[in-house]
């Protein structure tokens, strides 16, 4: 007879550990003192996919009321208490959070939107960001990119769906305050370990740093 395993009565069974979808590779990234381009993953952070129509008031006031903000009508980006909406499309949204806060973000939503013609996904898992930083990130970027990134087509806020090295992503582009280049950019987890790697190829020429 094969050996069993059974839980006593009233001993809930441990949930497996959240992983990193990155957590597989080889750290730390070998730099020069002063590289050109920073990779970091920014793992567990909540992502809800939100839908819905804004010429319908009701709808954007019953997400206002539960996030605390308005959802941009037009790409871009709102935010508010440490909670995020970017624009995907006319009728769709991703809103972001802190790490963990995606059952609260969606009892909230989902609270707010009972009886209304709206839906919200819980993505969290789906998708995870690669931050890329540096004064070169730009260039490595534009290697696989095939957005307009100068500032003036893609400044600071912008929001859009785009590709890089044929992964589909989401690119938010917040830079940091002296103004050097920072972007988050959202991929699925199945295409994260991928993107990583291309992105750290991309940035040899210019060192690559992880932070």
Not at 12 to 20: G, K, L, N
Not at 125 to 146: M, Q
Request: some cysteine; hydrophobic content about 45%; charged content about 20%.
């Amino acid at each position: 007879m094969p050996d069993t395993v059974s839980l006593q009565a009233g001993t809930p069974a441990e949930a497996p550990a959240r992983r990193s979808a990155t957590a597989g590779l080889v750290r730390p990234l070998v730099a020069p003192a002063n590289p050109g381009v920073r990779l970091a993953e920014i793992a567990h952070e909540a992502k809800l996919n939100l839908r819905g129509d804004l010429s319908d008031p009701g709808f954007g006031a019953a997400v206002a009321g539960a996030l605390g903000l308005d959802l941009p009508p037009r790409p871009g980006i709102a935010a508010a208490e440490g909670v995020a909406a970017l624009w995907l499309g006319p009728t769709e949204w991703l809103v972001v959070g802190g790490v963990d806060r995606e059952a609260d973000l969606a009892a909230r939503l989902q609270g707010a939107l009972v009886g209304r013609h709206a839906a919200v996904t819980n993505a969290t898992d789906n998708w995870t960001v690669i931050a890329l930083s540096g004064p070169k990130a730009l260039d490595v970027l534009a290697k696989g990119c095939p957005l307009d990134l100068h500032p003036r087509a893609f400044p600071v806020g912008s929001v859009a769906q785009s590709m890089v090295a044929q992964a589909d992503i989401v690119l938010h582009r917040t830079d940091d305050v002296d103004g050097a280049p920072r972007l988050r950019i959202y991929v699925r987890r199945s295409f994260a370990q991928y993107l990583w790697d291309w992105l750290a190829d991309a940035g040899l020429e210019y060192g690559v740093g992880e932070g």
